[in-house]
Nanobody, 116 residues
Framework: QVQPVESGGGLVQPGGSLRLSCAAPTNIFSGSDMGWSRQVPGNERELVASVTNIGSTDYADSVKGRFTISRDNAKNTVYLQMNSLKVEDTAVYVC??????????WGQGTQVTVSS
């Protein structure tokens, strides 16, 4: 791995749940702030959730109360638990790592589609 790798995307009905995972190499993950963004083709990338190296979290207003970001440092993995999904949550979800040195690594993304 030379970048974060996401998994867990898929098709879900409105009101459903998904958990996304993002694994990164130790040299990228260790000490880094981790987060998730999402993007619809033609639109700007939106920051969804982040978790710092010390565990502080932040969320976009649109997902507060529904999404939870967490990290497992032993597994070099960050998660995004998404509950009460809405159609407007449909996007490619991209994981990123912001390293101590200031470099930002982006994953390739995983598609989340919310549709009835």
């Amino acid at each position: 791995q030379v970048q974060p790798v996401e998994s867990g995307g898929g098709l879900v009905q409105p009101g459903g749940s998904l958990r996304l995972s993002c694994a990164a190499p130790t040299n990228i993950f260790s000490g880094s702030d981790m987060g998730w963004s999402r993007q619809v083709p033609g639109n700007e990338r939106e920051l969804v959730a982040s978790v710092t190296n010390i565990g502080s979290t932040d969320y976009a207003d649109s997902v507060k109360g529904r999404f939870t970001i967490s990290r497992d440092n032993a597994k070099n993995t960050v998660y995004l638990q998404m509950n009460s999904l809405k159609v407007e949550d449909t996007a490619v979800y991209v994981c990123y790592a912001h390293t101590i040195r200031g470099f930002i690594y982006w994953g390739q993304g995983t598609q989340v589609t919310v549709s009835s």
